[in-house]
């Protein structure tokens, strides 16, 4: 058994909260396990609860549009959240819940390699960058954490509930892509 597939088992199996009661599928990632850049989100929707795979409700397609409009193919990134399985009616995840599933995306993390960390919304800068930390203040500049860089930038579902913020979050993906470039 590969280090992938012990992952995804170990995530399948995990009773750590209370999310896992609800669940129709765990949600690991998609994407390239090779890839330079890791997007994080906060947690599977519905239609990621259904499917198993993050990213593939709107918003998701929304950041497909985007990553395909800046040149950035599937083997460029791969795609996960801080948790694993759907908080009840796509509730933001409490921290016993964010907790509990950070061992799993450390351990992706670690099997990835990746560059460049793309945190995509609040709840993953919360997590990735600093607690205390506000989207709105610290978005589109880039951070270090470990020798990563990361970029903090808005959630896609954002951009569907506010349209105003596309050019922002464009810019900043744009920034990533450029950032990429230059580390070849």
Not at 3 to 16: D, G
Not at 42 to 48: A, I, K, M, S, V
Not at 102 to 118: A, C, E, G, N, S
């Amino acid at each position: 058994m590969t280090e992938w597939e012990e992952l995804i088992q170990k995530c399948t199996k995990c009773k750590k909260c209370e999310l896992h009661n609800s669940r129709k599928n765990v949600v690991v990632g998609r994407g390239n396990v090779n890839a330079p850049v890791m997007l994080i989100g906060e947690g599977p929707g519905e239609q990621e609860d259904i499917q198993g795979i993050p990213f593939i409700g709107a918003a998701g397609r929304l950041l497909d549009v985007l990553l395909n409009s800046l040149m950035l193919g599937e083997k460029d990134y791969y795609i996960t959240n801080i948790v694993k399985c759907r908080p009840p009616s796509n509730r933001i995840p409490t921290d016993e819940e964010a907790y509990a599933c950070m061992p799993y995306l450390r351990d992706q993390f670690t099997l990835v390699k990746p560059k460049i960390i793309v945190c995509l919304g609040a709840t993953a800068v919360k997590y990735i960058i600093d607690r205390k930390a506000k989207i709105t203040a610290i978005r589109g500049n880039w951070q270090e954490q470990k020798g990563i860089f990361v970029m903090p930038t808005f959630h896609p579902a954002a951009l569907l509930r506010d349209p105003s913020k596309k050019p922002l979050m464009f810019s900043d993906m744009k920034s990533v892509r450029e950032k990429l470039e230059s580390m070849k």
